[in-house]
C-alpha cells in the first residue's frame, strides 16, 4: 500500500553534512507520522526524528540540535538534514510511515523503506 524509497546515504567526512531523503508512493491519500531509524550491525532499530502531518518533530538525543527533520507533504517526501556528522552516526538509515488514510480506511501499520548507508570516516 506505501512504497518507501530513500536517498542520498554515502561516505563523508567527520563534520561533514549530508541530506536524506524518502519518497513515498502507492495507494493512498496521506501519511501521518514519518520517521527516520538507523540501525547498527547486531543492534535494534533505534529512532532519530520523526515528523507528524502537521509538523510537529521528535528527535532522539543524539540528533538534537544536529539533525533537521523536514517533509513536503504535497510530495509526499520527507528530508533529513544531518549536519556536524560523527564516526558514531555510522549505521544503515532507514525510512518509516506510519499512519495511512487511504479513501474510506486507515491503517496504523508500519511501512519500511529498504534502508541507505551513512558512512563518516576520515
Known amino acids: 500500500q506505501v512504497q518507501l524509497v530513500e536517498s542520498g546515504g554515502g561516505l563523508v567526512q567527520p563534520g561533514g553534512s549530508l541530506r536524506l531523503s524518502c519518497a513515498a508512493s502507492g495507494n493512498f491519500v496521506c501519511i501521518n507520522r514519518m520517521g527516520w531509524y538507523r540501525q547498527f550491525p547486531g543492534r535494534e532499530r533505534e529512532l532519530v526524528a520523526a515528523?507528524?502531518?502537521?509538523?510537529?518533530?521528535d528527535y532522539a538525543d543524539s540528533a538534537k540540535g544536529r539533525f533537521v527533520v523536514s517533509r513536503d507533504n504535497a510530495k509526499n517526501t520527507m528530508y533529513l538534514q544531518m549536519n556536524g556528522l560523527k564516526p558514531e552516526d555510522t549505521a544503515v538509515y532507514y525510512c518509516?510511515?506510519?499512519?495511512?488514510?487511504?479513501?474510506?480506511?486507515?491503517?496504523?501499520?508500519?511501512?519500511w523503506g529498504q534502508g541507505t548507508q551513512v558512512t563518516v570516516s576520515s
Open positions: 515528523i507528524t502531518r502537521g509538523g510537529a518533530t
Open positions: 518509516n510511515a506510519r499512519g495511512v488514510f487511504s479513501r474510506g480506511s486507515y491503517n496504523s501499520n508500519d511501512y
